[in-house]
């Protein structure tokens, strides 16, 4: 971790952080995790020599595809699963070691969790469910009211306190898993896909408290899903893992802007990939033969004679009425789909060799574009990322 | 969830971990499953050394000339026929309700679930003798209700027209006790059949009968094999239909030709013990086969979510098929009842039924005067009650370390737990006869060798309940309990037990109704100093006082029909207020 990134975490410490601890680097160390299952067809490799750390008050998510090793890394951490090698370190203790036979228990690690099943037990009220990490925890009797109404009104549900979690809706009862997981005043609390379970209006909803209890409370976050703008919202640094290994990890805008393979770019949203080849490398700008066009891009890392992959965000190629003078794609517009705050539009851009090279853009003009009129676009080469071909993996 | 930790963790919690080893869930398990396993290997050990150990009494010429004179030969017949025929019915009914009740509008929400409940109302041989005192030849109340409406149209007969004392009588009631072991795991299986597959075909063009045919039939395939290797196995373990009816239409099975060697004089325990072994092997090979052919978690289609099926119309037929499954419940437990019912209000058993002389009397000697009976419906009551919690627990703990452990010892109990439902009961009996009957284990004529003999015969069904019990508990609650601080010890207290506290109450129920009317290892465990209802009922079956019998039996009936309601009623309680 870079230290400007340090002092940034220094004004987010926790308030229960025992003094000494702050000037630890990181909070939670991973390292060298490996984790198999066998199953019928043969042993599948869930982790693949992990690695990874969590500074104390940050929010680091675990965004991937299904399958991809997120949540076995998650529940490693958590101590509910065990994995074959490896070592878990969790503020200065060692929780798990393959090589020194460590397996604490879950209960021993200090962490608490909010589960995408919400996992309230249905025979305790709201009330019993936010008390009972205080009970294990042996919190004098005196204070248990007190904090569990503290943090049941943090989540807007102390009214619900008498209930049982049968009779609240999923938003609620998310709400309150999420209560007895901060009741507890845990340095890290651990997130598995906790917004999958509920609708689209409470999700967005959920993610705003949550982002903002975050802020308020300090505490570090390790957060799996699979939606790339739950990440973004979320996140200050974003761990891509693809197939058991960490594809790219970095702050939310390296992901964003700078993702380091065409996996990471296509995850976290950028739809269009041209293909082409360098003809020219200048001090500013490198040209591309494409299929529709010369183009021109950022020529860092680039050569000539190269094979690379040029990719663009919907958002960031732009129509223009006359054909634009720099990067000019003609096409015509195959769907237009209104989506309220942007219309997402197909295009099948000319190619000389009659095949068709389909453009996704996203704008938010206000008039609509009639599907089957012809338009042009224009790249942002500031936001195109190039990859040389050789470094496609499929 | 492992109690393993390294030299890492500070000495304090290494002193809780060595503790924690020793009492932990394994520890415990590990226990209980190594008791069982020596409740079934050495008695039976002990009979494997008796008939082919060197101080064998068994002399190999005269055991085949022995069993000849026993006519073992149409003894194994018999029961071939018996066992196949009253199977093949059991099948074709037990499917046939089932279905009737799952996937057609004749389904009526409850009468699924009280049908496959009505045989265990009433203690088996409660149920048998009630049918016997409806269809016996003369005086049999059916008989005399069939023979006064020929009367009425000039037909004159002095006996029958139905006689349960025959081949077909002791089929039928075979297989009217062998339905539900059909019925349960089909039901079952077409509960969690997801009724779209039903569905898609019907939107595929295919009518209902194609639909059944073609879809279900094969989708619940496994557990009608399932079903079939059970009935199988039941009917060659059943004692009291045999016992009752087979005896008295001279018709001998291999239970009952067992416990007729033990307890003749004078006895052949060696005989017994030999027939005993051949009967556990007939048994193990149905078993093997089961866990060969069938899959082996059919538990987890009784936990699966019931969803709502498309319904074939039956039009018309609808009332029949309403009718065919109220006849069932009706003649599983409604008619036996009244035959019990009747005939324990006469002072004899007679087919002139005197409204004068009918009274109370009967009830009054089993209470006061017989102290045998009274005696004996206490021990099964309380026999019940404690053999079913010790059960449910014991089952409760090892499904749920068989759930948190490695598959290796998941397997070990899933096997150590299921081995007593291949041994049969009448075997379990002689087992234990052999092998606490002499020396420090002499626990003869006590109520502990029943406790025990119970606990084993009975530890597949607790198993099954269990582990239903315990895989309804959704697995991240359990987490959730690790991750919010609980020890294991805690976690099991205060999530698990709880959360599963209807599914055990089921389960407790069906031990106790079990426990509480054995007759077949009672027949043989239970003496003067330790009886039991279903022994008392044998006996005095044997000597022919029939309306205290119809007493005694509808007492145990009434008992097992207020515990089952009382605790269904707390178990839907719970369930209601969780879901």
Known sequence: MRSGQDSYHHTYMPMHVAAGDGDKSSHIRVSGLTKRYSTSRGQVLALDDVSISIGAGEKLVLLGPSGCGKTTLLRCIAGLESPDAGEIEIDGKIVYSSSRGIHVPPERRGLSMVFQSYALWPHMTVFQNVAYPLINARVPKADIEGRVMAALRMVNCDIYADRYPSQLSGGQQQRVSLARAIVGRDETILFDEPLSNVDALVREQLRSELAALQKKLAFSTVYVTHDQSEALALADRIAVMRSGKVAQIGSVREIYERPASLYVAGFTGAANVIEGRITKVEKDVATVETSIGLLQVRPDGLTAGQAISIVIRPEHLQFSKVRPPVNPIQGRIELATFLGVYTEYTLSAKDQLGKDQRLVVRSTRPDLLDEGSDVWVTLDARHAVTFARDDVHE | ?579
């Open chain 2, 1 to 579: 969830m492992s109690d393993v930790a390294g030299a890492a963790v500070p000495s304090r919690d290494l002193c809780r971990d060595l503790s924690g080893a020793l009492f932990s869930l394994r520890g415990i398990s590990v226990l209980i499953a190594a008791a069982i396993v020596l409740l079934i290997v050495y008695p039976i050990g002990l009979m494997i050394w008796a008939v082919f150990g060197p101080d064998s009494a068994v002399h190999k010429e005269g055991l085949i000339e022995a069993l000849v004179r026993e006519n073992i030969w149409l003894v194994l017949q018999n029961t071939v026929i018996v066992v196949a025929a009253s199977g093949a019915l059991a099948m074709t009914f037990g499917t046939l309700l089932a279905w009737l009740n799952e996937r057609t509008d004749a389904g009526a929400g409850r009468m699924g679930e009280i049908l496959p409940l009505m045989p265990l109302l009433m203690p088996q041989i409660a149920g048998v003798i009630g049918w016997v005192m409806l269809l016996a030849p003369r005086a049999g109340l059916l008989n005399v209700g069939l023979r006064s409406l020929a009367n009425s149209f000039g037909i004159e007969i002095t006996s029958g027209p139905l006689d349960i004392y025959t081949i077909y009588g002791l089929i039928a009631i075979m297989a009217l006790y062998l339905t539900p072991y059909v019925y349960l795991p089909v039901s079952s299986a077409l509960k969690s059949l997801d009724p779209s597959l039903e569905e898609a075909s019907r939107m595929a063009k295919a009518n209902a009968f194609t639909t059944f045919r073609r879809v279900t039939l094969p989708a619940i395939r496994p557990a009608l094999l399932a079903g079939l290797l059970l009935v199988m196995m039941m009917g060659f373990a059943i004692f009291s239909v045999p016992v009752i009816i087979g005896s008295g239409a001279k018709i001998e099975m291999l239970p009952v030709l067992i416990y007729r060697l033990v307890y003749a004089y004078p006895a052949r325990v060696d005989l017994a013990i030999l027939l005993g072994l051949l009967l556990t092997v007939l048994v193990q090979v149905l078993l093997l086969l089961q866990t060969v052919l069938a899959p082996a978690n059919l538990s987890a289609q009784i936990g699966g979510k019931a969803q709502r099926a498309a319904r074939v119309h039956l039009g018309v037929w609808r009332w029949l098929a309403r009718i065919l499954l109220l006849s069932f419940i009706v003649t599983a437990g409604v008619l036996p009842l009244l035959g019990l019912a009747f005939v324990s209000l006469q002072p004899f058993w007679t087919p002139n039924i005197n409204v004068n002389t009918l009274g109370f009397d009967n009830y009054r000697t089993i209470f006061f005067n017989s102290s045998l009976a009274g005696k004996a419906l206490v021990n099964s009551v309380v026999l019940g009650a404690v053999g079913g919690t010790l059960g449910m627990l014991i089952a409760a703990l090892l499904s749920r370390s068989a759930q948190v452990s490695g598959s290796g010892v998941n397997r070990l109990i899933q096997a150590v737990t299921a081995a007593p439902a291949g041994v049969p009961h009448v075997v379990v009996a002689v087992g234990f006869i052999l092998s606490f009957s002499s020396g420090w284990l002499n626990i003869s004529g006590t109520w502990l060798i029943l406790l025990l003999a119970y606990l084993v015969i009975f530890m597949p069904q607790a198993m099954r309940s269990a582990s239903v019990a315990v895989a309804q508990v959704g697995k991240e609650l359990t987490e959730a309990a690790a991750i919010f601080k609980a020890a294991p010890g805690r976690a099991f207290r205060s999530v698990m037990l709880p959360l599963m506290l209807p599914g055990l109450a089921a389960g407790w129920v069906i031990l106790f109704v079990q426990m509480a009317g054995e007759l077949t290892a009672s027949a043989l465990l239970a003496k003067t100093s330790n009886p039991v209802i279903g022994q008392v009922l044998l006996d005095l079956w044997q000597n022919g006082s029939f309306p205290e019998i119809a007493a005694l039996a509808l007492t145990a009936t009434i008992i097992n029909i207020l515990v089952v309601t009382a605790v269904f009623a707390f178990v839907r309680r719970k369930r209601g207020l969780q879901t």
